[in-house]
């Protein structure tokens, strides 16, 4: 993220009655392919700021910088090309007050010279009564501009004293094989985080799973959740991306206005949700969009890896495939049937004194009904997908299949529904099958990152 200032040419400004920043947009309207350089020495002059060179860039993925849009109440999350449209252009995965009316221009920098488009506001739908939502802004690329380094964005409403703050141009060159990544997992949004059991549980059934990539969205955590972070980070398994949109809006903590008051919906994580697949789209070959208390898992098979093929010959390669939710309320102990059994109380010595749920003594499912239907999740093919959202896609080139409940379902450990009753909950032994291997290695993360003493999971 790059910074320009206007702070002087106020002479000059007398004499032409016009404004820095508006002589400077009428250059760009007369002479598209203005040199960089001449524009660099421009602004050096006048202001002191020298314009930093192409190539000068921190690289996006460890950091979200929002920027914001001069004189509008728009924020920018990150800027991508996009090459599915039948023309070039770059998307700039935005927050928006909904009510606002912007005229964008787009700024690029291409091969060392400035060119301008206008930019266009997409809107996305699910925003969920909140004043602002998520959009895409837009930017067609003009003639000669193939692959822009940077972006910003202005707007009709900026004056001369508002900085102009630039992106790099992510996902410059489109790519339908050869990922460094199988299967990526989003997770949006951890906020106020303690549940580091179920988190570790949750990493390390991924694993088993065929998952070799995780992206978190982090507003904060507690320390203990922030070493196993840091844990995972160094083992190359989790990306964390910290977010922190409540410095610009106020977030909600909740879903739907009437709940909780806030600009919107639910500190950010359609947003995020959507950068995360514009980000991972040319690095995993999939991408799995749901929460840190919810796995899904395969009943027909084992692993991602031998289910993936399984929906593809049934439903097609494009397709985003839906997972119903069964809920396992965390807040309820029950013995197994007869016939089962679960892993014995000693399996897991030094657990009791790690915060959060143990997932594999909660393994009664309420019955299914169609209302949790409503809150399935997704497993999509990134380069098919246009927008999502927190249940389900948007936009994308195919369309979504229902994944058969024999096949595989998402597996969701949370509090339970008040109006269901004990005697109405059925048991599934399906996450148990795993525990052979998922005991030894929870213990193992216990003893490497220092949480537990190296005896007490012995």
């Given at each position: 993220m790059f910074v320009m200032g206007h702070n002087r040419l106020q002479k000059f400004r007398r004499w032409m009655f016009i404004t820095p920043f508006t002589l400077l947009l009428l250059l760009w309207t007369y002479r598209p392919s203005m040199n960089f350089q001449f524009y660099n020495q421009y602004y050096q002059?006048?202001?002191?700021?020298?314009?930093?060179?192409?190539?000068?860039?921190?690289?996006?993925?460890?950091?979200?910088?929002?920027?914001?849009?001069?004189?509008?109440?728009?924020?920018?999350?990150?800027?991508?090309?996009?090459?599915?449209?039948?023309?070039?252009?770059?998307?700039?995965?935005?927050?928006?007050?909904?009510?606002?009316?912007?005229?964008?221009?787009?700024?690029?920098?291409?091969?060392?010279?400035?060119?301008?488009?206008?930019?266009?506001?997409?809107?996305?739908?699910?925003?969920?009564?909140?004043?602002?939502?998520?959009?895409?802004?837009?930017?067609?690329?003009?003639?000669?501009?193939?692959?822009?380094?940077?972006?910003?964005?202005?707007?009709?409403?900026?004056?001369?004293?508002?900085?102009?703050?630039?992106?790099?141009?992510?996902?410059?060159?489109a790519q339908s094989d050869s990922f460094p990544y199988n299967f990526t997992v989003c997770f949006s949004t951890m906020y106020d985080f303690t549940n580091v059991l179920q988190l570790v549980q949750s990493l390390e059934m991924l694993q088993l799973l065929g998952v070799n990539r995780v992206v978190i969205y982090k507003t904060n955590s507690n320390p203990e959740t922030q070493s196993i972070l840091d844990y995972y980070t160094h083992k190359g398994?989790?990306?964390?991306?910290?977010?922190?949109?409540?410095?610009?809006?106020?977030?909600?903590?909740?879903?739907?206005?009437?709940?909780?008051?806030?600009?919107?919906?639910?500190?950010?994580?359609?947003?995020?949700?959507?950068?995360?697949?514009?980000?991972?789209?040319?690095?995993?070959?999939?991408?799995?969009?749901?929460?840190?208390?919810?796995?899904?898992?395969?009943?027909?098979?084992?692993?991602?890896?031998?289910?993936?093929?399984?929906?593809?010959?049934?439903h097609g390669t494009d397709k985003c495939y839906m997972f119903e939710n069964d809920r396992f309320p965390n807040d309820v102990m029950l013995p197994p049937p007869s016939s089962q059994t679960l892993p014995p109380q000693g399996c897991c010595p030094g657990w009791q004194n790690v915060s959060g749920v143990n997932i594999l003594a909660h393994v009664y499912r309420e019955p299914f009904s169609l209302a949790t239907r409503g809150t399935f999740k997704v497993i999509v093919n990134p380069r098919a997908v246009f927008s999502v959202s927190v249940h389900g896609v948007l936009s994308s080139r195919s369309g979504c299949s229902w994944v058969a409940r024999n096949i595989a379902r998402m597996w969701h450990t949370r509090?339970?529904?008040?109006?269901?009753?004990?005697?109405?909950?059925?048991?599934?032994?399906?996450?148990?099958?795993?525990?052979?291997?998922?005991?030894?290695?929870?213990?193992?993360?216990?003893?490497?990152s220092g949480l537990l003493p190296e005896d007490s999971t012995q």
């Open positions: 002059a006048a202001t002191g700021i020298a314009v930093p060179p192409p190539g000068q860039i921190v690289p996006q993925g460890e950091n979200v910088s929002f920027v914001t849009v001069p004189g509008t109440k728009t924020l920018l999350v990150a800027a991508y090309q996009e090459h599915r449209n039948g023309k070039k252009e770059v998307r700039l995965i935005s927050v928006v007050l909904r009510k606002e009316t912007v005229a964008y221009c787009c700024l690029l920098l291409c091969q060392g010279k400035l060119r301008t488009t206008k930019g266009v506001c997409k809107i996305h739908s699910n925003h969920f009564g909140f004043a602002y939502g998520t959009a895409d802004i837009m930017c067609p690329l003009p003639p000669g501009c193939e692959t822009p380094s940077l972006i910003a964005v202005t707007s009709a409403a900026s004056n001369s004293e508002d900085p102009i703050e630039f992106l790099k141009v992510n996902n410059q060159k398994l989790v990306e964390v991306i910290p977010w922190s949109l409540s410095r610009f809006l106020t977030v909600s903590r909740f879903w739907l206005p009437k709940h909780g008051p806030g600009d919107l919906h639910y500190f950010g994580q359609v947003p995020a949700l959507n950068d995360c697949i514009y980000r991972y789209m040319y690095r995993s070959r999939y991408l799995l969009l749901h929460d840190t208390d919810e796995l899904i898992l395969p009943h027909s098979v084992n692993s991602l890896t031998e289910l993936l093929p399984l929906l593809e010959k049934k509090s339970g529904t008040k109006t269901v009753k004990q005697e109405q909950l059925i048991y599934d032994g399906r996450l148990l099958s795993y525990s052979a291997r998922l005991i030894p290695n929870v213990n193992t993360v216990f003893r490497e």
